[in-house]
């Protein structure tokens, strides 16, 4: 588990998938502050340890990479820890357009 603070590129998040997912990397953005947390086998996991970081639960989103996808196959946008009727958000998916925009800018930010 980590925090980015410089880029990745898809070759090392490969090999980070390979490590628990094969194919797939479960990540936690915040999306106030701009922070990605990367490989763990639960987002909750990322979700807590950000929250250790400083970061406001109603600012963090769960979503996984698929490293050799392209386009809109590269983020799914599905965890647990995205179910929050508090936020109007009753799936596992991260039903605000907005809030979807700003994962990806995250993402583009860090990944390569």
């Known amino acids: 588990m980590q925090i980015l603070t410089e880029k990745i590129s898809r070759e090392q998040l490969k090999a980070l998938a390979a490590n628990t997912f094969v194919d797939m990397i479960k990540c936690v953005a915040d999306v106030e502050k701009g922070l990605l947390a990367v490989d763990a086998e639960l987002h909750a996991d990322l979700e807590s340890m950000l929250l250790e970081n400083g970061s406001e639960q109603d600012n963090l989103w769960g979503f996984n990479l698929y490293p050799e996808e392209t386009g809109d196959d590269f983020i799914e946008y599905d965890s647990l820890i995205n179910i929050?009727?508090?936020?109007?958000?009753?799936?596992?998916?991260?039903?605000?357009?907005?809030?979807?925009?700003?994962?990806?800018?995250i993402v583009s930010q860090f990944v390569e």
């Open 84 to 105: 929050r009727a508090w936020q109007g958000n009753r799936s596992r998916d991260v039903e605000n357009p907005e809030v979807r925009e700003r994962i990806k800018d």
